[in-house]
């Protein structure tokens, strides 16, 4: 590792089981990993692996039951559910399998409201939108509306929504997972292109072994064990 770069994600011991009245699964055994500012990783693994569990651990969406993660100077697993909500808000960008626009607002709206709520004028919400919808190639789309967008245009809409804020990291859970084998490539290409352009930090978890391969690190997560693989 590169010891001149920022390590903007830092995960030490960090455990996860979930027990029922019939069994306790482990699904994150300790895991001790570092992410740089700027890069891209990919985990993958295979359906049940805890791939998703762990982003969501890292966006504060789940909670971990032992370790440390801190993200852009937050000790996440700290921090109270109202300082859980900021951090989501301030220092992560979501992107999921499904698109979450609403479907009553343009393309613009989608990606310009998050930055608004956040407290921004309108007219500085909109120009950020206007230029990230560039960033996808959907500027000639930003007033139609989502029923009106194909399945790959509204993922790249919720690309371009995830970086309004300007988020120390962006955390994506299977976003081709709905996509036909030509929108995959095109949203992997504009994702990766598009966080690489602003100097975002991406974690991709992803079953498909081609936007895997787009990272500049990789790892895979079996038995709930992260390891990256080698080039």
Same mark, same amino acid.
């Given at each position: ?57 890292? !966006? !504060? ?89 194909? !399945? ?80």
């Amino acid at each position: 590792m590169n010891d001149d770069k920022k390590i903007i994600v830092r995960v030490r011991s960090l455990v996860k089981d979930y027990t029922s009245s019939a069994e306790t699964l482990h699904i994150l055994r300790g895991l001790d990993f570092d992410i740089e500012e700027g890069s891209s990783v990919s985990i993958s693994g295979s359906s049940g692996s805890g791939k998703s569990t762990l982003l969501n651990i890292l !966006g !504060g969406l789940d909670r971990a039951d032992a370790g440390e993660v801190v993200v852009d100077g937050n000790r996440i697993d700290r921090l109270a559910e109202k300082q859980l909500t900021r951090y989501r808000r301030e220092s992560v960008g979501f992107i999921f399998q499904f698109h979450y626009l609403l479907n009553d607002f343009t393309a613009l709206e989608n990606v310009m409201l998050p930055a608004y709520i956040a407290g921004l004028s309108k007219k500085t919400a909109l120009e950020k939108a206007r230029a990230l919808l560039a960033d996808v190639n959907m500027e000639a789309r930003a007033n139609h509306l989502p029923q009106q967008l194909s !399945g790959g245009e509204r993922q790249r809409v919720a690309v371009a929504r995830s970086m309004v804020n300007d988020p120390a990291v962006i955390l994506a859970d299977e976003p081709t997972g709905n996509l036909d084998m030509e929108n995959t490539a095109l949203v992997t290409r504009i994702l990766y292109e598009a966080a690489e352009k602003r100097g975002r930090t991406l974690v991709v978890v992803t079953h498909d072994k081609d936007v895997a391969a787009r990272a500049s690190r990789r790892y895979v997560l079996v038995d709930g064990v992260l390891s990256e693989l080698k080039n």
